[in-house]
């Protein structure tokens, strides 16, 4: 390895934000055909780091050298020159376009005055083999998942000839098979001679493909090292600044008796199909009950119709006894059932509302903070300022906007709200993703300890690691249905990942409790 | 104490005046450029606006409808909706307090309240159609309250002929002297200018836009669905009715500046062939106060002093009155680019540092 | 109705949509570069404004034929003008949209009879062009029965329109140009991050936009009115601000939406032929157009669905 | 508006002033001050505003007298701008247009010493002078000149808005066609406004498009839309005639579509009423019919060029009978 040359070198990058140094005299070195992981916490400034080498940012301070040249990167036009691709964070594809005019977009082929589509598709479609990427060049952003937009941001990268790849946080929203086949494309490219460098906050994946890590806190560099050298631990400790523990100390699962009953439940998805298709399964107190399964099998179609937000055909839905089929959200709501959605930003908050706002979304209407109509302001402050003070969310205020919180602290206000409505149900969708290793052992923590308060927690989570380590019990489910059910302790990541795909049950026939 | 300190200095409270400072200069040049006197018209403008009782007085008169139409818009921005149509609101308003002004016979404690809250009732109604037609629909509210703008204006005057008219007038009766606001006292006080109570409704709407919103459980849902809708779909908020008590409300408050104007100061409603302009201009005045309600109140009042002092520049320096709506369209782009006005106070800054070493 | 009153509907509909078609494509151009424009109206009016001046000075010349072809041509380069106001104050200063067309709507209306009485001596309206436009029929197509009358038988304008019309859709929706300013519209950092100038794709939008609106409105000076005053362009812009989004933001569409306004306007003239419909009180007569709008609009399947980034500002790096 | 050669632009809203005008016949008038306020229409409405604002210019032209006017943007300023000027003491003020009624009156009698005047209405105040026309009289005669001249025995009126008003031109109008050509069919499209030449336009080519060869409007600017369509029609060969409003409106659109105009002599109203003002003879409380007989409506001079004589003495005939009392014509309620 150390033969090989420096592509990239960043020296004593600093850049600052209003209020707060993003980089601090970065130092980062990257080199040809390695696969370099950027490691930190929520706001470290890895992404602020990358976004200065793609040219979306300029630096203050410091230099940057590719190929050995110093270069001024104003754009990332520029960039691209220089044979920088970025795959960000937040996807950047135009929904409504087509894969190829996504992946084209910029650097169109021509047939006269107008696009040549026919080249275009024909280009995409052979780099796409080229790279193993299966990518449909037709399709539309929107009809696609989101493992294979990831794809088309990768396609984009190297139809502009990028030999340096930078992906921001690539698995956050993968499946664990988009996960696999993304680590399989990545050797792909580094054995093609690209550089890559990947941010995560899962360490695991580092372990099994990066080699080397470069480690920041708060805009500083804390150490840079070659993977063979250490282990998850170390890297945690190293960027949290304390020890972090990987495994969750959890009791024996103490059961109660049934809260959340679902029989045979039938929902249409969006284009009017069946998504959910006579799912059943239930779920008991004191109980954490892990929904695995690939994104798109029902899941989202499931939590809505949990929770009121989606009309279900048939089948019912009790609650601590009672049906409530077909409810309105609010009702069910009342009934026990609190949910931390999905999309934190879509669904969970509303990011233009101070925090204090924010922590009442589904009780501003009860007593205390609603007397006769009005809103009563000294209750809502007080009960903001509790949550924030025991859930250990960092704001500057209860009056801060919480758009301006980061990822981690936003998804804290949510687990800290929805857990304090005391409910029958906690239904957790994807609570820690994207979010750092300190961040997520807080918030299992706190499901954990749910659960051993005697609630029911339903958690989905297309994270196999999360499933395994949190649930007491395993449903899969699979083109809406539950395909069968595991003990987390009596199966393993292979045999989960089979029943995920297409369940072939080794006793034959469906198996349901 | 300190936070209001904090208020005073900071930018967003030296930007309006800077604004209106700066608009007022393009005008001063577009002044010189005619071959105007731009002293003498600003002073003009003056005139017309302070210069005696009587046009103080009316320069009141002028900003009330323009507080209701202003707040209307900007309740409705709030809530996540464009209301363009304050102008047919008004329309509506205007008509409801008329009917019940002229058909209906009662003491004035009865009459003339009734006829304020028919005149809101049906402003309200003409804006819960558009938000009626957008949560049922989907229909864009842009569209139809453009629409509706066209159709309460025909509609008015259908109303006002078939049922309404006096024989001959082009107008409708009278409304009852039971059903009239004005205040006799402070009219004499002020040579006759037309005061109504109007005005004091407007304070209380701009209290009743802030509580409303940001006091009551309502107010908050309102919010929510402003700012996001899937958000409140999650809290158990329902959007839809959402956004049509958002018009009801918005509509009621533009119909109120109809209410107004005709119980206060027409007493009667005419033909009309076009319309006022006070709900386009309710567009302008809510963005001109951030559709925050002291910021409409602000707004109307420097809207409406410009637009009625406008005649007194024509009156007194001879300038074409079409001049303001240049100084108010600069205002508007200069709360609006807070960029450029940074940048002016920042040569402004340098120059006088400069001065200093100098 | 006989098919001969068809055709000379849709002959009248024509003039009546020629300027609201142009203005639509301006809209769209803006919008889909995701800038709301709702200065139409002010863009028309100062369209109208200049096609009325310039085509004035231009009969004195003694341009004859060509004069309304000049006020054309200056109606849309006076139309850049007052579009250069609202891209600077929302492309590069980030003003709310909104309130810069409105902005745009209010400085029009002012400065162009302001203008007016500058040149006219105090007169709220231009002294009246004679030479306008003519509608020119033509050949051939002209003589297919009720369509040759109703669709070939218009103003240059007109055919200057549904050329425009065909140039826009094929720009947009066939050329690099046009796809990078739909993704401008869409999703301007995905734009920026591979290398589009997004402020620069959003400032020829707004410039054309200007351009288009004002010929929307020196068509109707060069027209109909054949002078400019402060009526000229009483509420077109806003309801080619709705065919905007009637059309969904397609020209296509905004096409048909326009001819659709104009169309219902020309009922309630040929209603008013029929001695029957003296027993209709003439303010519903009025109103049908814009309630047949609504109907249809309600009718009308499928939400529109604006450009994902309309009416956001735009600097690079925006989270 | 007239030519723009001009460059004197410092005059926006002031007559000739007696420094810049041609050197006054009298000075009669020096020292006097008389204003107007125009209804929304504004002084350029090619109508009654307009006509009135000319009368006063030629007033300050023949006296030297200070005239003024102010628009009003809407409703709300008839009455202050009406106050404007009599709050600064104008010798007269006039509120031009039926809609300022009320705000006359109000203005009136919360100022029992001020003088005005009121053109299309009547006000009763003892302060106020009142003048109205018979616009249906002159309408008549140009009904006869409609009736006698359309070859298709279709005619078309188009109309502002649906008011009294307009109505006395409608039914004048008619009465006169159907007077000398019972087969003539009058069909009529009211637009719904004042100040739409689009509406104008699309009104016009749809009367046109039906077989009309003669459209008589009452439409201020509307009509402006109506003769651009007749110019329209006449460029492409077919021979249509327009019936111009309020002023001799051939001298603006041309005389080779406009037939003839009904004057409707504003200007002479308002020039007489302020002038017998200057000599003291203003007759507060009075309401002027002015009608045939007074010459203030009727047919211009011009028309000469277009309408042959033997349909000139027709008008003549009617005329006489018209003031004689003979015929008497329909008016609105
Ligand atoms: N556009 C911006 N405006 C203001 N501050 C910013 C901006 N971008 C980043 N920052 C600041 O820079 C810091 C670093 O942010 P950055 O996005 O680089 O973090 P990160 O390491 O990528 O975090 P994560 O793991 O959550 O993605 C943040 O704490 C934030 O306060
Ligand atoms: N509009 C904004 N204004 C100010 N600061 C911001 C804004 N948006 C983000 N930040 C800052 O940027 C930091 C990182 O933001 P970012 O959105 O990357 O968070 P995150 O933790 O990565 O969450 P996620 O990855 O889930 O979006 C936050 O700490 C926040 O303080
Ligand atoms: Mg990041
Ligand atoms: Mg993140």
Redesign the interface.
């Known amino acids: 390895m150390n033969m090989a040359r420096t592509v990239v070198e960043m020296r004593n990058i600093t850049k600052r934000f209003p209020g707060i140094v993003a980089n601090d005299r970065v130092n980062f070195e990257l080199k040809q055909g390695e696969i370099h992981a950027l490691l930190g916490e929520n706001g470290a400034g890895k992404s602020t780091l990358m976004?200065i080498l793609?040219g979306?940012?300029q630096p203050e301070e410091g230099e940057i050298f590719v190929n050995g040249q110093e270069v001024a990167i104003d754009?990332?036009?520029k960039a691209?020159k220089l044979g920088i691709g970025?795959v960000?964070q937040h996807f950047?594809?135009?929904?409504?376009?087509t894969v190829t005019?996504?992946i084209?977009?910029?650097?169109?082929p021509?047939h006269g005055?107008?696009?040549n589509y026919k080249q275009a598709n024909e280009n995409v479609e052979k780099l796409s083999k080229q790279y193993g990427l299966n990518v449909d060049p037709l399709a539309t952003i929107d009809e696609i998942s989101v493992g294979m937009q990831q794809r088309v941001e990768i396609l984009?990268t190297l139809y502009?000839g990028a030999d340096i790849l930078i992906f921001d946080e690539p698995t956050a929203v993968l499946t664990p098979q988009e996960i696999e086949e993304l680590l399989v494309i990545m050797r792909k490219l580094v054995e093609q001679g690209k550089s890559i460098i990947l941010i995560t906050h899962k360490l695991k994946e580092i372990m099994a493909i990066a080699d080397r890590v470069t480690i920041v806190r708060r805009g500083k560099v804390i150490d840079s090292l070659p993977v063979a050298g250490t282990n998850p631990n170390q890297l945690a400790e190293k960027m949290v600044g304390r020890e972090v523990s990987l495994k969750l100390d959890k009791k024996n699962a103490v059961l109660g008796e049934p809260v959340l009953e679902v029989d045979k439940l039938v929902v249409k998805g969006r284009q009017g199909l069946r998504a959910l298709n006579e799912t059943s399964f239930v779920l008991k107190r004191g109980e954490i009950l892990g929904l695995a399964g690939v994104e798109g099998n029902g899941q989202s179609e499931l939590i809505e119709a949990l929770?009121?937000?989606r009309p279900i055909d048939s089948g019912t839905v009790k609650i601590a006894g009672v049906d409530l089929t077909g409810s309105?959200?609010?009702v069910i709501?009342e009934a026990g059932v609190s949910?931390i959605?999905e999309d934190r930003h879509?669904?969970?908050?509303?990011?233009?509302?101070p925090m204090r706002?924010n922590m009442v979304?589904?009780t501003?209407?009860q007593p205390p903070f609603?007397k006769g109509?009005?809103?009563d302001?000294a209750a809502i402050d007080e009960h903001a300022k509790r949550l924030i003070a025991e859930f250990d969310v960092r704001t500057p205020s209860i009056h801060t906007q919480a758009r301006a919180l980061s990822g981690g602290n936003q998804q804290k206000a949510i687990i800290a709200r929805e857990v304090d409505k005391n409910p029958e149900v906690l239904i957790a969708a994807q609570p820690t993703r994207g979010l750092d290793v300190g961040a997520i052992e807080f918030i299992h923590k706190r499901l954990v300890e749910q659960r051993n308060m005697g609630k029911a927690v339903l958690l989905i989570s297309y994270e196999l690691d999360e499933i395994m380590q949190l649930s007491d019990r395993i449903a899969v489910i699979y083109e809406g249905r539950i395909v069968g059910e595991v003990d987390p302790s009596q199966t393993n990541d292979e045999q989960l990942g089979l029943m995920m795909t297409d369940y072939k049950a080794p006793q034959g026939g469906e198996q349901r409790e | 104490m300190n936070k209001l300190i904090k208020v005073v200095t900071k930018d967003s409270a030296v930007v309006p005046f800077v604004a209106i400072l700066l608009g007022l200069i393009v005008g001063a040049i577009i002044m010189l450029f005619g071959g105007y006197d731009p002293i003498l018209a600003y002073r003009s403008l003056l005139d017309k606006i302070f210069g005696s009782r009587y046009e103080f007085g009316e320069t009141l008169t002028a900003i009330t409808p323009l507080v209701f139409t202003g707040l209307s818009v900007a309740f409705a921005f709030r809530t996540g909706l464009f209301n363009i149509g304050a102008e047919g609101q008004y329309i509506m308003g205007m008509t409801g307090a008329t009917i019940i002004g002229v058909q209906v016979h009662a003491p004035w404690f009865i009459h003339a309240p009734l006829a304020i809250i028919v005149g809101a009732l049906f402003g309200g109604f003409w804006g819960m159609i558009a938000g009626y037609l957008k949560a049922a629909r989907g229909v864009n509210e842009v569209i139809t309250t453009i629409m509706l703008n066209w159709i309460a204006l025909y509609l008015g005057n259908y109303l006002v002929n078939r049922f309404l008219l006096e024989p001959g007038k082009g107008r409708s009766y009278f409304v009852d002297d039971s059903a009239n606001v004005t205040i006799g006292w402070l009219s004499r006080a002020l040579d006759d200018a037309r005061m109504h109570w109007g005005m004091f409704f407007a304070l209380l709407a701009v209290v009743f836009f802030y509580v409303y919103l940001w006091r009551t459980k309502q107010g908050y849902e309102l919010r929510v669905v402003g700012f996001n809708p899937d958000a409140a779909k999650y809290a158990g908020i329902n959007v839809n009715n959402g956004v049509v008590k958002a018009m009801f409300i918005s509509g009621a408050l533009a119909g109120l500046a109809g209410v107004f104007q005709v119980l206060g100061v027409f007493l009667n409603q005419a033909i009309s062939a076009s319309h006022t302009g006070h709900g386009f201009d309710g567009i302008a005045v809510a963005l001109l106060g951030g559709n925050t309600p002291v910021g409409v109140l602000f707004g109307a009042i420097l809207f409406g002093s410009l637009s009625y002092g406008a005649a007194g520049m024509s009156f007194g320096a001879d300038v074409p009155p079409e001049i303001i709506r240049i100084v108010i369209g600069s205002v508007i782009f200069f709360v609006a680019t807070p960029g450029i006005i940074r940048w002016v106070l920042k040569q402004l800054r340098i120059r006088k540092s400069k001065g200093e070493v100098a | 109705m006989d098919l001969v009153t068809l055709g000379n509907m849709l002959n009248t509909a024509l003039v009546f949509s020629t300027a609201l078609i142009l203005a639509a494509l301006g809209g769209i151009l803006s919008e889909r570069s995701g800038v709301v424009n709702i200065g139409l109206e002010g863009l028309m009016t100062a369209g109208a404004f200049a096609s009325a001046v310039s085509a004035y000075h231009a009969q004195e010349a003694g341009f004859g034929g060509a004069t309304p072809w000049i006020g054309l041509l200056a109606g849309g380069l006076f139309g850049v003008l007052y579009a250069l106001i609202h891209a600077v104050a929302t492309i590069t200063f980030r003003a709310d949209q909104v309130v810069s067309g409105i902005v745009i709507n209010f400085i029009a209306a002012g400065s162009t009879l302001y203008l007016v009485k500058l040149m006219f001596e105090g007169a709220g309206e231009t002294s009246l062009v004679n030479e306008t436009f003519h509608k020119v029929a033509i050949p051939l197509l002209s003589d297919i029965p009720v369509i040759g009358e109703g669709l070939f038988h218009a103003y240059p304008t007109t055919y200057l329109a549904f050329i425009l019309v065909a140039v826009i859709y094929y720009t947009l929706f066939k050329t690099p140009f046009g796809l990078r300013l739909r993704a401008v519209g869409e999703h301007p950092s995905a734009a920026d991050t591979v290398g589009i100038k997004v402020l620069r794709m959003r400032y020829i939008a707004v410039l054309l936009s200007g351009v288009l609106a004002g010929l929307g409105g020196a068509t109707i000076a060069m027209t109909t009115t054949g002078s400019f005053s402060h009526n000229t362009i009483s509420g077109q812009g806003f309801i080619a601000l709705a065919a905007v989004i009637f059309g969904k933001w397609n020209p296509l569409g905004a096409m048909g939406a326009a001819i659709f306004f104009g169309f219902a306007q020309s009922i309630n003239n040929i209603l008013q032929l029929f001695d029957w419909s003296s027993n209709i009180p003439p303010e519903f007569i009025y109103m049908l157009p814009y309630v047949l709008t609504i109907v249809v609009l309600v009718g009308a399947v499928g939400r529109s669905k604006a450009p994902g980034a309309l009416g956001e500002p735009y600097f690079a790096g925006k989270r | 508006a007239c030519g723009a050669k001009n460059d004197n632009n410092n005059n926006t809203n002031q007559g000739a002033s007696p420094s810049e005008a041609a050197s006054p016949a009298s000075t009669a008038g020096v020292g006097k001050k008389f204003a107007m306020v125009t209804d929304v229409g504004g002084v350029n409405d090619k109508s009654f505003n307009q006509s009135a604002w000319e009368g006063l210019q030629k007033l300050s032209k023949d006296t030297g007298a200070d005239v003024k006017y102010l628009e009003s943007k809407e409703a709300t300023n008839y009455l202050t701008n009406i106050n404007q000027f009599v709050h600064d003491k104008y010798d007269l003020t006039w509120g031009i247009g039926f809609l300022m009624g009320d705000a006359v009156k109000e203005a009136a009698t919360n100022n029992p010493d001020a003088k005005l005047a009121i053109i299309d209405n009547v006000v009763e105040a003892p302060n106020v002078e009142s003048v109205t026309f018979a616009e249906n009289e002159g309408s008549f005669l140009v009904g006869v000149v409609a009736g006698l001249m359309t070859k298709t025995n279709k005619i078309g009126f188009v109309g502002g808005i649906d008011i009294p008003v307009i109505k006395r031109f409608d039914l004048g109008f008619e009465a006169g066609v159907k007077a000398v050509n019972p087969q003539a069919v009058v069909t009529k499209n009211y637009t719904g406004a004042f100040d739409k030449p689009d509406l104008g336009k699309a009104a016009a080519a749809t009367l046109y498009n039906n077989g009309a060869d003669i459209i008589f409007h009452a439409s201020g600017g509307t009509g402006n839309g109506v003769f651009n369509e007749a110019k329209e029609r006449k460029a492409a060969g077919k021979q249509v005639w327009v019936i111009g409003v309020d002023k001799d409106q051939s001298i603006e659109f041309g005389d080779d579509v406009t037939l003839t105009s009904m004057l409707k002599r504003v200007d002479e109203a308002v020039y007489r009423v302020t002038n017998d003002m200057i000599n003291g003879k203003f007759e507060g409380g009075k309401v002027t019919v002015l009608g045939l007989k007074e010459n203030a409506v009727g047919l211009p001079d011009t028309s000469t060029k277009n309408v042959p004589a033997d349909v000139l003495a027709k008008v003549e005939e009617y005329k006489a009978k018209i003031i004689s009392g003979e015929i008497t014509v329909p008016t609105a309620q």
């Open positions: 976004n793609f979306l940012y754009g990332p036009n691209i970025m960000h950047k594809l135009v929904h409504p376009f005019e996504n084209i977009l910029g650097s169109e021509k005055l107008a696009v984009k502009r929770t009121g937000l309105k959200t609010r709501s949910l959605p879509k669904h969970g908050l509303v990011l233009d509302f706002e979304l589904e501003y209407y609603n109509g009005f809103l302001y």
